[in-house]
């Protein structure tokens, strides 16, 4: 009972595999006959054009071959015009058209492959940036660009080989086994067929369970990509805790399992090797038996021999082909498959049909009556109301997990309101576009992640197109400007990846400077110097007032010292506001503002 349930679930699979293969392909399609790209089209049909003539002169060539050798013979007596020499040449220059052909079908086709590669590529990419924050934090950066690796290099091989492999292999074996039928007998065609027959039944059905040890592989490896990169993201981590030995076997044990699956994986493959040639080498060796039978009668020619031979020699050569093109069409479908599945991905998030772009008049902010939670089973925020007037100053604070830098997420749109309405100059972030709504936010994080690349690439990223005296500018009316200058390359500086290569203050000022850049008419601070000392605070404190002056300021905070002179002070608590006002009415109404007030100043008093 139970080997046919596991019986009935693996034809289940290999259903599901062959449908998923069919929608891979059908999503390809597209890219080789593409409607909006008509050049794609005629190299489409030029190319298949050379392969066909290639095809033909690569049929024919063994009938010159076998004429040349029965003028050696003295058997070719039709053939004295052009002589075993003239026909030994005519042969080679078939050889070299068949293979010229198939090089220019090569060149023709290289620059669809290539467009359809760029294509799918610069599609999957611009999806990943559309997918929500949710996906992006629950998938590993190593494995996701590993799947776009795969699949994207699976393209143009798919394309090619679909086009040029599987259909004329049927076309060259169709004519081969005419010419054997009509000049030879049925005999030669039945032993050929059979030959065939059997030997793509083994190649597909060894590869279909090679797929499966690939598939495996292709895991182990995704695994071990995903523990390298995480691993070095984390290098100071791993140096703080002395733990190089810990990733080091952490990494080893992700490879052996790679190598394990990976042996796998090349034993199937020298059994089916060998399996192939057994068959095809039996059935050449029948072949050349029965042909010998024939010139021992004198039924045949020494050049009917020879020509049998060539042909069948011209069989094995793609039939050789078939197995490996098999097994990397059905590889390149896995992984294309993961690519597409990662392309039909939804993002969470999606602009409304005709969304019209955000009209900004003064950057008011009103949170009304805001229900969230990342997960549906735990709430975050419980009916949530602040108003924020144009060019005011708010600060929230709260204990961690009352919900502060959720609505932070939420005003840039990473997630939509469960209920309520987050609203900006009485516009609803919904029915507005997401690029319009990030153009007119500037934020400044906790932590400022910059590119691996200049000062002036990170500051200049605020704005697209910036000038070099605007970039200085917004150094300037960030503070760092005389920092940049003493550096011996000045703006030209390389900060290193995710911006390693500067202090945790230096970083701040190059993300608030290209904030400033961005100049937007609403700034959210997001704890933005909660991560610093206490004297490289109170600089960029100094930078963020002057970086607030004229906007609208959500300042989300732990270090209440930062927001003592903000406008107003909401204290958020376990997702619901419990208390609002200045600095100093909320220390006269000994609340709970006063309470983490009074924590905050015996903490640093202690240290």
């Known amino acids: 009972m139970r080997n046919a349930t596991s019986n009935t679930q693996s034809s289940t699979e290999a259903q599901e595999e062959r449908a998923s ?75 070299l058209m068949s293979n010229g052909f198939q090089q220019l079908r090569d060149a023709i086709f290289a620059a669809v492959g290539q467009r359809a590669l760029r294509a799918l590529a610069l599609e999957t990419f611009q999806h990943i940036h559309k997918l929500s924050m949710r996906y992006h934090i629950t998938r590993k950066t190593g494995g996701l660009s590993r ?23 049927i076309l060259e074996l169709a004519m081969i086994a005419g010419i054997l039928f009509v000049l ?64 080091a076997s952490r990494y080893d044990a992700a490879m052996a399992g790679y190598q394990t699956a990976a042996l796998k994986t090349a034993y199937s493959l020298s059994f089916l090797n060998f399996g192939q040639s057994l068959l095809i080498t039996s059935g050449l060796v029948i072949v050349m038996v029965m ?13 009917d021999f020879v020509m049998v031979n060539a042909y069948m020699i011209q069989i094995t050569m793609p039939l050789n082909f078939l197995g490996s093109v098999y097994r990397e069409i059905r590889q390149s479908l896995v992984d294309m498959g993961e690519m597409f599945s990662l392309l039909q991905q939804p993002s969470e998030v999606q602009d409304k049909a005709n969304a019209p772009e955000i009209a900004v008049s003064g950057g008011a902010v009103t949170l009304d009556d805001i229900h969230f939670g990342y997960d549906s089973a735990r709430p975050i925020l419980k009916g949530v109301s602040l108003e924020v007037g144009a060019g005011e100053t708010v600060a929230i604070v709260g204990s961690s997990g009352s919900g502060k830098s959720t609505i932070g997420r939420l005003l840039f749109r990473f997630y939509d309101v469960q209920s309520g309405a987050l609203l900006i100059d009485g516009q609803d972030v919904r029915d507005i576009t997401q690029e319009s709504l ?87 601070l997001d704890e933005a110097t909660s991560a610093l000392d206490t004297e ?16 609208t300021v959500l300042t989300i905070a732990h270090r209440l010292s930062t927001i003592a002179d903000a406008d107003r002070i909401v204290v958020l608590e376990d997702g619901e506001i419990v208390e609002t006002g200045k600095h100093a009415a909320l220390l006269k109404r000994k609340g709970r503002y006063a309470s983490l007030w009074a924590r905050q100043a015996n903490e640093q008093n202690a240290a």
């Open 536 to 551: 490289t605070e109170q600089d960029i404190q100094t930078a963020l007032k002057a970086a607030g002056e004229g906007r």
């Open 147 to 169: 799947i776009i690796e795969r699949g994207v290099k699976g393209v143009e091989f798919l394309l090619r080989f679909l086009l040029f492999s599987i259909g004329p292999l």
């Open 21 to 95: 293969g069919w929608r891979t392909i059908r999503r390809m399609l597209p890219y080789l006959w593409p409607d909006d790209a008509p050049w794609v089209k005629r190299r489409v049909v030029f190319a298949m054009l050379a392969l066909l003539l290639s095809k033909v002169i690569a049929v024919y060539t063994p009938m010159l071959y076998k004429r040349a050798v029965d003028a050696l013979a003295g058997e070719g007596v039709s053939e004295l015009v052009l002589g075993a020499v003239g026909l030994t040449v005519a042969y080679g220059v078939a050889r």
């Open 291 to 303: 042909a010998a039978i024939g010139v021992e009668k004198g039924a045949l020619t020494v050049g």
């Open 184 to 247: 030879f007998d049925a005999w030669y065609l039945a032993v050929v067929t059979v030959t065939i027959a059997v030997y793509v039944w083994f190649t597909f059905t060894v590869t279909e369970w090679r797929v499966k040890l690939r598939r495996q592989m292709n895991d182990q490896d995704t695994d071990a990509n995903q523990k390298a990169i995480d691993s070095l993201l984390n290098f100071e981590t791993v140096k703080y805790f002395g733990a190089e030995e810990r990733e």
């Open 438 to 524: 990030h153009n007119v936010i500037g934020v400044v994080p906790q932590d400022t992640v910059l590119f691996n690349d200049t000062i002036r690439y990170n500051i200049a990223y605020g704005r697209d197109g910036a000038s070099e005296a605007e970039i200085i500018a917004a150094a300037k009316a960030a503070q760092i400007h005389e920092f940049i200058e003493s550096l011996p390359e000045g703006f030209n500086t390389a900060v290193g990846e995710r911006g390693l290569k500067l202090s945790g203050g230096e970083k701040q000022r190059v993300g608030i400077a290209r904030t400033l850049l961005k100049d937007p008419p609403i700034l959210l």
